[in-house]
């Protein structure tokens, strides 16, 4: 006796890739591998269909990424890509140039072809951390220990800095079909809102939960601004 129940077409294949260093990874989350950012934005933002690979890496910068993260994304053929990569880069001296030009090989890598979403942050203000006001010249009364070589320069001088690795980043997106997700105007306005405090974790540099949450927030955002199928 023929069923009367139609056939159903299977959904078709979600496969998420977080590429990034120690904030996609999850450092400063109480549980990195709950509260990671990516795991958020994972849960909230994608079907249940939907699966899910971390490849973040503590401390990558671009150029360590394109090796250890990009080509094996590239193998797995990712329908939506998270890309955030660019503290690093600063921390480390990269000069925009090279940084531009990693990135652009990076993201020329994830986008397997036409229908892969990608997704990438812009590099979110630093002077309000804790960790940069502690490596300044003449730190803050009551600032923590500086954690990196060295001293900083000034906030204005490190805003230019920002802004030339975020146009960078505006010009390799554009030239992929890439989604920005501008996490630098996202924490300006919560820094405004006086959420400074709760959105960076213990060490002074990394997100918080909270924080975490607030950046796949930014995420499921932007994800839900781009045309679907």
Request: contains cysteine; glycine residues 8%; charged residues 20%.
């Amino acid at each position: 006796m023929p069923s009367s129940i139609p056939a159903t077409k299977p959904l078709p294949r979600l496969l998420y890739v977080a590429v990034g260093a120690s904030e996609t990874y999850g450092l400063g989350a109480t549980d990195p591998l709950r509260e990671s950012w990516p795991q958020v934005f994972y849960r909230k933002a994608l079907p249940r269909r939907a699966s899910f690979v971390n490849l973040g890496i503590p401390g990558a910068t671009v150029a360590d990424a394109l090796t250890k993260e990009a080509l094996y994304t590239a193998k797995l053929e990712p329908e939506l890509v998270t890309v955030w990569l660019n503290v690093n880069d600063i921390l480390s001296g990269v000069g925009v140039q090279a940084y531009e030009r990693d990135l652009d090989k990076l993201l020329k890598l994830v986008t397997t072809d036409d229908a892969t979403t990608v997704l990438i942050a812009n590099t979110p203000p630093l002077e309000w951390l804790p960790s940069y006001r502690a490596c300044l010249p003449n730190p803050p009364a009551g600032a923590p220990e500086c954690q990196f070589e060295g001293t900083w320069p000034r906030p204005k001088v490190v805003d230019r800095l920002i802004a030339t690795y975020n146009s960078a980043i505006d010009r390799a997106a554009a030239r992929v079909g890439a989604s920005v997700v501008d996490l630098h105007a996202a924490t300006f306005a919560l820094v405004r809102r006086g959420r400074g405090a709760d959105l960076v974790s213990g060490d002074g540099f990394h997100p918080s939960t909270e924080g975490h949450r607030e950046v796949a927030r930014a995420f499921t955002e932007a994800f839900a601004g781009v045309p679907q199928g």
